[in-house]
């Protein structure tokens, strides 16, 4: 598995003095990142084939936030390809070991000059070793959004939302979710599929449902059609 460790900042924290559920994923992201620029096969690498990973969906189930200052070491490890997916495990662990928090991600290789999907070349598939899936409870891809929902005000897409890609950066996408629900909900497990790219000044319809024992959040972010660019399932429970 690859790893890096890292330390959490005042700036990765909230009210409470924990990492937030954001910057939990931004970890895992990035750890993505590093792990696929330090064997070659990163953004330069994609940009020459024209290619770009677009995730799918996230599964994140968190044991314990950490606190400001703590020491943590973040890990991933793909494990299996099929076609143009591939998956991706994540784990955030204390240098003693604990497991703070773990995931699941899907992810599909994308042609970004014909906007279709393409199948990992060998390179890839070499530098990529695949490992066994890490033990969990493993969530559907697909999320249900259910029918009573509250629509919430619109707002348009702004720059900082974007990634490289000059699309929503898939933590922004749980950061705008996270605004339609109560502030201290504490989220135990996040769960996101993304189903359309928002671009710059896009409008986004949020709608919100909460189930009957306000235990579980779904947020689908749209747009003016109602179709949704990304379903954000948020539970909480005791950590």
Same mark, same amino acid.
């Given at each position: 598995?690859?790893?890096?460790? !890292?330390?959490?900042?005042?700036?990765?924290?909230?009210?409470?003095?924990?990492?937030? $559920? =954001?910057?939990?994923?931004?970890?895992?992201?990035?750890?993505?990142?590093?792990?696929?620029?330090? $064997?070659?096969?990163?953004?330069?690498?994609?940009?020459?084939?024209?290619?770009?990973?677009?995730?799918?969906?996230?599964?994140?189930?968190?044991?314990?936030?950490?606190?400001?200052?703590?020491?943590?070491? #973040?890990?991933?490890?793909?494990?299996?390809?099929?076609?143009?997916?591939?998956?991706?495990?994540?784990?955030?662990?204390?240098?003693?070991?604990?497991?703070?928090?773990?995931?699941? /991600?899907?992810?599909?290789?994308?042609?970004?000059?014909?906007?279709?999907?393409?199948?990992?070349?060998?390179?890839?598939?070499?530098?990529?070793?695949?490992?066994?899936?890490?033990?969990?409870?493993?969530?559907?891809?697909? #999320?249900?959004?259910?029918?009573?929902?509250?629509?919430?005000?619109?707002?348009?897409?702004?720059?900082?939302?974007?990634?490289?890609?000059?699309?929503?950066?898939?933590?922004?996408?749980?950061?705008?979710?996270?605004?339609?629900?109560?502030?201290?909900?504490? #989220?135990?497990?996040?769960?996101?599929?993304?189903?359309?790219?928002?671009?710059? =000044?896009?409008?986004?319809?949020?709608?919100?449902?909460?189930? =009957?024992? /306000?235990?579980?959040?779904?947020? !689908?972010?749209?747009?003016?059609?109602?179709?949704?660019? !990304?379903?954000?399932?948020?539970?909480?429970? /005791?950590?």
């Amino acid at each position: 598995m690859y790893t890096f460790d !890292s330390r959490v900042r005042y700036s990765e924290v909230g009210v409470d003095g924990r990492l937030t $559920i =954001e910057s939990l994923l931004d970890y895992f992201q990035d750890c993505s990142t590093f792990h696929s620029e330090d $064997i070659g096969l990163g953004v330069e690498y994609l940009n020459e084939l024209h290619q770009v990973w677009m995730l799918s969906a996230w599964q994140i189930c968190v044991n314990r936030y950490p606190r400001l200052c703590e020491e943590i070491v #973040i890990g991933t490890a793909p494990y299996d390809f099929r076609g143009f997916i591939g998956c991706r495990n994540f784990v955030m662990r204390t240098k003693d070991g604990e497991v703070l928090a773990y995931a699941n /991600s899907i992810w599909t290789l994308m042609d970004i000059r014909k906007m279709l999907p393409a199948r990992p070349s060998e390179r890839m598939l070499e530098g990529y070793v695949l490992e066994e899936k890490y033990p969990m409870e493993y969530a559907p891809r697909k #999320i249900a959004m259910p029918k009573e929902g509250k629509t919430l005000e619109v707002f348009a897409v702004k720059q900082h939302h974007l990634d490289t890609n000059n699309h929503v950066n898939n933590g922004q996408y749980v950061r705008m979710a996270m605004d339609c629900i109560p502030k201290e909900f504490r #989220i135990k497990q996040l769960r996101v599929e993304y189903k359309n790219q928002a671009m710059l =000044e896009d409008i986004v319809c949020p709608v919100v449902a909460v189930s =009957e024992d /306000s235990a579980m959040y779904t947020v !689908s972010l749209n747009d003016e059609e109602g179709k949704p660019y !990304s379903i954000v399932e948020m539970t909480g429970g /005791s950590l």
